[in-house]
């Protein structure tokens, strides 16, 4: 329980960062939304996915997954597990294990704005700026206020236009 409080207590602290680096679209990669949430309680199954954001948030991408990993073979069902590893397998260029992972998540969730996003990212990151942007728009239609949203629909046009970050 120490170490999950621990835990609760370092995501906490590190929100705040979170929060500002997502509004920056200097950044590649806040624009994937993982979504951290206080946490709301001390299940020890929701450890290796608060571990998994944590690791996240610091770039420590290689330990992100390893922890999501162990977080969907514990609950498959687990939405926040399933984004959360394939914004890691997409940090770490591994796209063919992000595909896999955002189908599950695609099967789970739908058509979120939060996975219509990270999916508008992944296609970014992979070079297919066309099918990005149609990704990123059907989330901005969805979700016409999300900051991460219009965050990556702005990084898209910079990177359309061949600019420099």
Known sequence: MTAIRNVGLAISLLVPLVVSACASVENIGPELALGIPPPSDERPQDEPV????????????????????????????????????????????????????????????????????????????????KRAHALLLEAARLDPGNGNVQANLVLLDTWQRGEAL
Request: charged content about 25%; proline content about 1%.
């Open 50 to 129: 608060a571990l998994g954001k944590l690791h996240y948030a610091v770039g420590d991408y290689g330990l992100s997954e390893r922890y999501f990993r162990a977080a969907v073979e514990a609950n498959p069902n687990s939405s926040q597990a399933w984004l959360g590893l394939a914004a890691s397998y997409d940090r770490l260029r591994r796209f063919d294990l992000a595909e896999r992972a955002y189908e599950r998540l695609l099967k789970l969730e739908g058509r979120s704005a939060v996975v219509l996003n990270n999916l508008g990212y992944h296609e970014m990151l992979k070079g297919n700026l």
